[in-house]
Each structure stands twice: as C-alpha cells, then as structure tokens.
C-alpha cells in the first residue's frame, strides 16, 4: 500500500494570490501521479496525470510539477480567485497485479479563497 | 459522452441493516470500475474495483461486498451495517488499464450509520 501525504491540508489565502501546495509519494515502483479538484457538493474532476521525471503540465492559472526521484509534485495555483475554492487531491497510480492499476490518495489540501 | 450515476444521493441506516448502492456507467463499454470511501477526516480510500463482469478486487477488510453483474453496474452491499461505515461513497470509472488515463467519478453517496 502507498503512502501518499499532502501539504497542506488547508489554507486561506486571499484573491489574486498565487499558492502552492505539495504531495510526496514513494518513489519506488512509480507509475503516475494525478491531480483532482473536488468542489464542495460535486464529483472529483481530473486536472493532471503526469508520468515522467520533470514532467510540468498546465490548465488556465493551475500548473504542476513532477519530481519521481524523489517522490514529489508541486501545484501551483497564479492569481487564486473564490471558484478554485476545493480541495485538491493527489493520488499515486500503483499496479495492481491483476491487470489493472489503482490509486491511492492524499487526504487533500483544502483551498479557501477569500474574495 | 459518458456518463457515471450513483444512487442515492443520501441514506440513513441503522446498525445492523443491510446496505445496497448503486453505480451505472453510460457512453463506454468494458470500462474498469472501482469504489472508494471517505471517512470523516480521512483520505479517499479504494474498497473494490472490477476490471470486467464477475471480476472483483477488494482493498481492505471489512463487512463490505461488491458485484459486477452487468458490463456497466457496480453494486456495493452490506448484510450488516457497522457505525464505521459512515462516509462518503463514490464510484468511478476508468478506460482499460492504462496509468496514465484519469477516473472519473460519480456524484457519491452519503451514508450515515446510526
């Protein structure tokens, strides 16, 4: 079983703020690490897979970062507004071993954006 | 497009009664399922997943079951409700076996065991 941890787990900042925010997993056996932003009442949404070392991926003002040597992935949020208010999930993609993969989550990082 | 549906939206149960959720995929075929639970302050933690009908995997221990009876249905059930089976329940859905393809997830359902 992975052991993904995430820092944060929450924090307030105010609009036009840029923040980020930190996931470590174990660099062993990696396979991939997603992003989710989960919105109060909605489903998780998908915002990155990333699979290689150095990997940097971008969506609007949200960007991440992928460090596999040594189990690390940055998220970067540029000038916050209230709508990127969630919670933001990290998750390790591991081998099943019986033809599939599955993910193992961080307790999230819980973003307040104050207007 | 697809779509992902869960019901019900929300359940109060007391202990000791059976439990039955409902997941249903539309718009892909042969997808790979799976159920995750939150607890209060706690993670999302995987319970079952299913790479094809009839074919379940379980995570973790507990009084928790899951069937695949049709391509696109994942049912989570209990014979016996526990206090500790309250939280959040959401199903989800990915295409093949592939790790860097995303899941996506149903609306979830809230499960409060008295």
Same mark, same amino acid.
């Given at each position: ?34 992003? =989710?932003?989960?919105?109060? $009442?909605?489903?998780?949404? #998908? ?6 070392? +150095?990997?940097?991926? *971008? ?28 919670? =933001?999930?990290?998750?390790? $993609?591991?081998?099943?071993? #019986? ?6 989550? +961080?307790?999230?990082? *819980? ?5 | ?114």
């Amino acid at each position: 079983i992975l052991n993904v941890e995430q820092s944060p787990q929450s924090l307030h900042v105010q609009e036009g703020d840029s923040t980020n925010f930190t996931c470590s997993f174990p660099s062993s056996n990696f396979y991939a690490l997603h992003w =989710y932003r989960w919105e109060t $009442a909605k489903s998780p949404e #998908a915002l990155f897979v990333m699979t290689l070392n +150095g990997d940097e991926k *971008k969506k609007g003002r949200i960007s991440a970062t992928l460090n596999t040597k040594e189990g690390y992935s940055y998220l970067y949020i540029k000038g916050s507004q209230p709508e990127d208010s969630a919670t =933001y999930l990290c998750a390790s $993609a591991g081998d099943s071993g #019986a033809g599939s993969y599955q993910l193992t989550f +961080g307790k999230g990082t *819980k973003l307040s954006v104050i207007p | 497009s697809q779509t992902i549906h869960q019901w019900p939206a929300t359940l109060v149960q007391p202990v000791g009664s059976p439990l039955s959720l409902e997941c249903t995929v539309e718009g892909t075929s042969n997808p790979n399922l799976y159920w995750y639970r939150q607890a209060a302050g706690r993670g999302l933690q995987l319970l079952f997943y299913s790479v094809g009908i009839g074919q379940i995997s379980s995570e973790v221990p507990q009084n928790l079951s899951a069937s695949r009876p049709q391509d696109r249905q994942f049912i989570l059930s209990s014979k016996k409700l526990l206090l500790s089976d309250s939280g959040f329940y959401l199903c989800a859905w990915s295409i093949g076996q592939v790790v860097s393809y995303e899941q996506y997830f149903g609306p979830g359902t809230r499960l409060t065991v008295t």
